[in-house]
């Protein structure tokens, strides 16, 4: 910094003018005329100790220093900085190396530094003193520390020769200390005061303690109190007064103990200036009963002094106690039992006790600066949040030595904190043994105000040890989180009060509601320090299991990925034996999409989701933002409620309770399902991860607006349009969302030729309004065109005159229209639960162009069981819009109706299409069982149920086909090589492939069955090793096919008819072993979406002897098997049928 240079460095002559005009300035009394003996004084103390280092180069003056004032320092040095006028480069050197390899040493600068030390921080109240120390000149007053000060320094004018000096990181003006390393020298030579001309009267700890006792005539004696300083307190700011307490007692450390309370302004600079196991006398006491104690304790009076105990110098006084004891011994007696005491450790108790001890060592790291967390030693950490340490927190850094008296270690408290933890209350005191070499980290997560969300937890809400770690750990995450582009630190981490919340304590409280056991008692200071035994916060603590953490939307992102593809097993999506009878293509179709849901419980700890809700202009929904990135959200008010408001945009959500949804997108070329456990054919992979939740979950806060648009926007924000030329009127318009159609990218700009009152259609502001359409001020008689400058409001239901709603279900008059061949209307609109997703590439299943089906079960009022429909989402609406899973409730807006060439109802998306998610997939996935009915219910119709179970009996095989086919390009394949030469296959992988026709009835109806692949095994009895052999027996025709026809069964077979395999199998079929009870699950062969009217009843001719009978008869019902067990009762089909 620029000090008081004089004009030539190398002029003792100039150096001294210049001394000699800022000695008058800042030292001198102002208005008065110069003082040559002061001057002299200054000069002479400055020689002095410039020549005290021995390698003053022949110079009798430091004319490379220059004299520095405080309101110089405070006002122009912005940086730290040191200062030794006594110490020589080689010794400078050897100090900033003891910073160490991590830190970065002060730098030196050549500045003398002179002043009063006092204890006044700028006027002479007594009411200003608070005991902190300052240097004071002429300009003003600046903090300072001092490792061992002697009260006979107050008030006297120094040279200080080494001291370094350290802003304020708050950047404040004007702020700043100094920490001064040597002792002062004094300009002035101190007088040594005499001792007392007759030993001073003293009474000792064990005379002390019985007068506080006893009623006796020197009750009222204002006594000297003699003894060994054995500790003293921390000191304790209050709203009312400061104070602290210390303990005298005798030379035998089991003596007897008194405590004396210290909160005269005056004296409380005595905190600095006490050193435990020095001897003191305490002059002039006086007792006094505190609030809320029934005992009296010694107290300080206005007129007591602290002197240093000489034996020579004093005497005891010798009283006489007479009367009955007043009170009880303070120290002896028991304090008021908590609910916590009754807890006392046992092998079923978690509860711990935490030990005294005393501790020496360094500060090796800031862990948290404001929270009042270091590290020790590069072991231990320090919590010093449950003292007041507001003045202790610009001191200690890494490289300060501290001696802690009194001080509480806790191990294993828990909460994601693994080392032991040291940590004072008030009853212990923080000594100062050491500065620091190092320059302050400059750590702007810390720059927060002295009042400061920190304090407040562990002085107003109560927390213990374990729980304050992790809400700083929390807190700290959130500020990474959130800080400083959409808070700043010192708004996010301030002092919060009824009318001005904080933002980090509203995160944090859900779960302090939880953590905190209600009825909590308030700290008691006094009893802190002075019961025994000793009670505070940090007497007992509980191990913390972690109850949460507030990760990063980008972690949240990443890890689910790497869950999702952790978990991603192609053999556990088609599991055997059904992926051994998939051809390729039908392979890769059932890999190509899959989706996982991870709840918070699937994390430890849990995670709790928190971002700024904003929309997304490209991805075309909403997001949840913080500094590491964005995560897509898909949000409803309640189930069944859409998100409407759009004031919830730029709110801070935070939500315990979401899904986390992953979907998976893979491209693959699986020759077969042999191939399944080799990740070579996986040509791309892709997962889209969106988080889903009830804002009814979730906690909305608003956040300031005016750091709300670095958070919700990248670019910086644009200046308003200028307006236009002429007369120009703002206008609000009050619209009625009818319906919203799809999402999509479009090159559409307004024409030039639009009216200026089509910018400014929505703009608030205006007071009057025109009596003209809106489209018609639009310039245009159809289309409105959103400007970016326009603002939209949800108005309130009243303003609306008829809201239209989402209709939940479907009248059965809507689903007969949607179902049958009627296209008056082709645009169509449903609500349904999403039973499957399917991804469909070009060419599969009759697809034309890359696709999604989704299945969908219709819901509808009369219908016990819903029908399903098949909707697809081609190019250009994909990718889908988040949601679409199965399990979900979805509501389609004007989908277009179509119809199959094999009949069936189907719906497509088009541009017109919306999708709103009604209600999300559950939680946990248990699949309802289907329902038992009898086969004739399956004749009613429209009413039946689509997939169902029944108890049957097999009455007859119509047909068994079993065929080997390629699994490229699924032609026939003879020895289980593919004939097809051009082009060849580029694989010679087989699959098998079977499939049987039965006809079973359960005494209620008859119906023609049909299974394939594994279930054919199931049919016909094997297991799994005789079936396998079957099939190998069958790779050599590559085709077996078996079909019975007539009254007797009559074989028809692609094979020879008298070949070992046909008549195993025709016998197979036609034994006890086929034709047998079970119980079958199927699904209809007919779709529901079929617009085919049913076959009638048809009249039937039977012949009973030789009477003819004619009678309708049903159509056989068409079924296709989706599992088959075997019956409880397989030999007595009544009993079959009674279990029905």
Partial sequence: MAGCRPGAPGSEQAWLEVAQAFIQETLCPPGKEPDVQLAQLVIDCVKTTWLSQGTSQGLTLPLSYS?????????????????????????????????????????????????????????????????????????????????????SWLGHLFLFPSWSYLPSPMKSPGEGHVELWGTPVPVFPLTISPGPLTPIPVVYPEMASRLLRYRSKHRNVQPN?????????????????????????GSSPAGTQVSVIVQVPAQLVWHRALCPGRAYVLMELRVSKLPGHRYRVWMTSTSSQLLPLKPECVRELELELAGVPLEADPQSLPRPSSPQDKKRPGPDCLVRDSILLSYTGMVTDTLNQPAGLYELDRKLELCLAYQQFRGLRRVVRPGVRLELQDVHLLQSVGGGTRRPILAPCLRGAVLLRGFSHQVPEIQFSHQVPQASLYEQLVWEHQLGLPIYLW?????????????????????????????????????????????????????????????????CPLQK????????????????????????????????????????????????QRLAWSWQCLLPSAFRPAPVLLGILV??????????????????????????????????????????????????????????????????FIQKKQARVYVQFLLADALILSVPRPVLHSATSSTPPRTEPSPPEGPHIEQSRLFLLSHKEALMKRNFSVPPSASSETLMLFEEGGSSCVSQH?????????????????TVELASSQDIPEVLGIRPTLPESSLTDLLSGNFADSLVSFSAEIVSHLWMKPGSSGAVRRCVKLTVALETADYKFPPHLDVYIEDPHLPPPLGLLPGARVYFHQLEKRVSRSHNVYCCFRSSTCVQVLHFPPDTTVSAPLPHIYLAELLQGDKAPFRATASCHVVSVFSLHLLWVCA??????????????????????????????????????????????????????????????????????????????????????????????????WTLCTSFSVLRPMVLSFELERKPSKIIPLEAPRLQRFQCGESPFLTRVNPKIRLSCLSIQEHEHPNALGALVSSC
């Fill in 67 to 151: 004299f520095v004032s405080v309101k110089d320092l405070r006002t122009h040095q912005r940086l730290p900085c040191c200062s030794h006028l006594s110490w020589s480069s080689t010794v400078y050197q050897a100090w900033a190396q003891e910073a160490g390899p991590r830190g970065v040493p002060l730098p030196r600068e050549r500045l003398l530094l002179l002043g009063t030390l006092t204890d006044l921080s700028g006027n002479l109240e007594q009411e200003c003193r608070n005991g902190s120390l300052y240097i004071r000149d002429n300009t003003g007053a600046l903090d300072c520390e001092l490792i061992d000060l002697d009260l």
């Fill in 968 to 1065: 490229h390009c699924t032609s026939i394949c003879p020895q289980g090589r593919c004939p097809r030469q051009s082009p060849a296959c580029p694989t010679q992988t087989s699959v098998s492939q079977a499939s049987i026709r039965l006809l079973v009835e359960d005494g209620t109806a008859e119906a023609v069955v049909t299974c394939r692949n594994h279930q054919v095994a199931a049919v016909l009895g094997l297991c799994p090793s005789e079936w396998t052999s079957l099939l190998e027996f069958v790779r050599g025709p590559g085709k077996v096919a078996l079909q019975f026809t007539g009254p007797g069964a009559q074989l028809e077979s692609s094979a020879e008819v008298d070949e070992p395999l046909t008549l195993f199998l």
């Fill in 615 to 680: 929309p997304s202009s490209r991805k075309g929904c909403l997001q949840l933002r913080d500094q590491s990135g964005s995560l897509s959200c898909l949000l409803l008010a309640q189930p069944l409620q859409p998100l409407t408001d759009p004031r919830l945009i730029g709110c801070l959500v935070r939500a315990d309770r979401f899904q986390l949804v992953i979907e998976r997108n893979v491209r693959s070329s699986f020759p077969s399902w042999k191939e399944l456990s080799t990740t070579d």
């Fill in 471 to 535: 809400a700083t750990k929390a807190l700290e995450d959130l500020a990474c989180k959130l800080c400083p582009h959409v808070l700043r630190y010192h708004q996010f981490l301030k002092y919060s009060s009824p009318g001005d919340p904080s933002l980090g304590l509203q995160i944090l409280a859900p779960i302090l509601e939880v953590l905190i056991p209600p009825g909590c008692p308030g700290r008691n200071t006094h009893s802190e320090i002075l019961e025994e035994p000793h009670h």
């Fill in 774 to 790: 809106p489209l018609e001020l639009a310039g245009c008689a159809s289309c409105l065109t959103v400007q970016d400058e326009w």
């Fill in 541 to 588: 603590y509980t191990q913390l299991q972690t109850p949460c953490f507030f990760p990063t939307l980008a972690f949240l992102k990443e890890e689910a990925k790497r869950r999702a593809w952790a978990s991603f097993d192609p053999k556990t999506l088609l599991p055997l034996p059904e992926a051994s009878h998939l051809p390729s293509w039908q392979l890769n």
């Fill in 225 to 249: 109190l003699a003894g060994n300083l054995i500790r003293f307190s921390a000191l304790v700011k209050s709203q009312k007064k400061a104070y602290f307490v210390l303990f005298l007692g």
